[in-house]
DNA sequence: AAGTGGTCTAGACCACTTG
DNA sequence: AAGTGGTCTAGACCACTTG
């Protein structure tokens, strides 16, 4: 199926060292040969070799440490539940359940957190009926697990909605930021969650220390109350390498089924 | 915070393009300037514009339609909804519920089938409690919309449960897979959704006609017997350009609540 | 001090569209 | 026939680790 020996020289280059890579005479963590090593093996030029690295490099298979080398890439992903939000409370609200999770397993958590005043982006603007030149309220956080960056976490709320409540102060929230809205009179009672996937945006990269070749999903929940407003939005950044993203359904019964037709 | 003015100059170039296509001068579909044009508006090589090129189309903004020059990608993404497939039944089983969708937008759904015999990949196997000796059947289908290739979906069976069934014929099954199943002895009750998010592999990148700069996601779904056997594996894989997936929650009532915990 | 990959120049030939 | 991006050569200097 896979055409061999056709294309341009790089592209076989690229072909032959992907397939040490999965036959896994090179396994995670190998050091690849050198560029000098390879223009000699190929008898090429070195851009030509390095036109090789590069579709490894994007293809998220190889990363390279300068000065030490091209090394295969290793990849551990944690499991990410976005159903969960509702339906264990968390025993850090404001670290959730996914960082909850993962201390259980014995890491250490952190994380930063920034208050803006800024104009919606326009899906948040869309998704909260705003115009672009309203106002909204953003609680930025990035979430560490022993000290490297795991995802980005941006709450939007209306600024007519919040001000001067503890949402606008950049510090943790005990109770979580969702009950504070309810406090203020829009509890929520139904989301929608959207994931896009995408490359990172340079913003993104280097707030995720995120590498060549690494796609980001990108989880927007819309909250709504019981009356049909919505009232947040979040944008979690979740890296491709570390992150699985699972959840679970049960098959509605027979009954359960026919209502929904 | 984006720090400007700094690093290798084909950095520069690209930062001050993307910022042209970020600001709408360069809007969507829009025409870049040639690789010729952009050696003299910076004084460069062409080797150094093309680096910065490169980095427009890994980051997925740019695509280059040779010898037509370099444009702006156009993306237009279309909702998956992983939820609806037990939710609704579906008026095209073997399409099932996302093309449905598409079908009742007026557009022309397609597909290929092929089923074939072969040894599990590691992950089927995990999930399916088999060895890498053993032998699942697995059918392939690719599915277009309006003659493009939207999205790829797998499905892997143990061999000895499905020998001999319709499953191994590469035609389509008006009553869906799952019901052949179920009439086997094997109805699925639960089921477990994974999402990766990862660059594609070449093969998924020629079967799904995927550019470069252009991530998937491969949603994995497993499903179980009412006593806990798995008896099914799917892999879809989804271009991050063309589909946006979509799933709902209802916040859980008090009582509902308290008894998860 | 030696070895690595990162950046850049200068130039050549090619394949594929489109006018 | 002209214009576009794709591929490749040959060479230079650099920054950053590691022994």
Redesign the interface.
């Known amino acids: 199926?896979?055409s061999r020996g056709a294309g341009p020289i790089y592209q076989r280059i690229a072909?032959d060292l992907?397939a040490r890579i999965q036959s896994g005479e090179l396994g995670a963590g190998a050091k690849l040969p050198t560029e000098q090593a390879l223009t000699t093996d190929f008898g090429v030029t070195r851009a030509t070799v390095r036109q090789a690295m590069?579709v490894l490099v994007?293809?998220?298979l190889v990363v390279s440490e300068r000065p030490r080398g091209h090394f295969v890439r290793q990849i551990e992903?944690l499991t990410y539940r976005p159903?969960k939000e509702?339906?264990?409370?968390p025993a850090h609200p404001e670290l959730d359940q996914f960082m909850d999770e993962q201390v259980e397993l014995g890491r250490k958590p952190s994380q930063t957190i920034a208050v803006e005043l800024a104009a919606p982006p326009t899906d948040v603007a869309a998704r909260l009926g705003l115009a672009g030149t309203d106002t909204v309220v953003v609680r930025k956080r990035v979430r560490y697990l022993d000290g490297t960056p795991f995802n980005t976490n941006d709450s939007y709320f209306p600024l007519e909605l919040v001000q001067g409540s503890e949402i606008m102060h950049p510090a943790d929230i005990g109770r979580g930021a969702n009950q504070v809205l309810a406090e203020l009179g829009a509890e929520?009672?139904?989301?929608?969650?959207?994931?896009?996937?995408?490359?990172p945006?340079?913003?993104e990269a280097s707030r995720l220390e995120i590498g060549?070749?690494v796609?980001?999903?990108m989880h927007r929940v819309t909250g709504y109350t019981d009356d049909g407003r919505p009232v947040r939005v979040v944008r979690n950044v979740?890296p491709?390498?570390r992150?699985?993203?699972?959840?679970?359904?049960?098959?509605?019964t027979k009954t359960e089924?026919d209502d929904?037709?």
Not at 86 to 89: L, P
Not at 243 to 252: C, D, G, K, S, V
């Open positions: 199926m896979t072909d992907r590069q994007n293809e998220g992903r159903q509702w339906r264990d409370r929520q009672t139904h989301a929608v969650d959207e994931i896009e996937v995408r490359m945006t340079p913003d060549l070749g796609p980001v999903a979740l491709g390498d992150h699985l993203i699972a959840f679970e359904r049960t098959r509605p089924k929904k037709q």
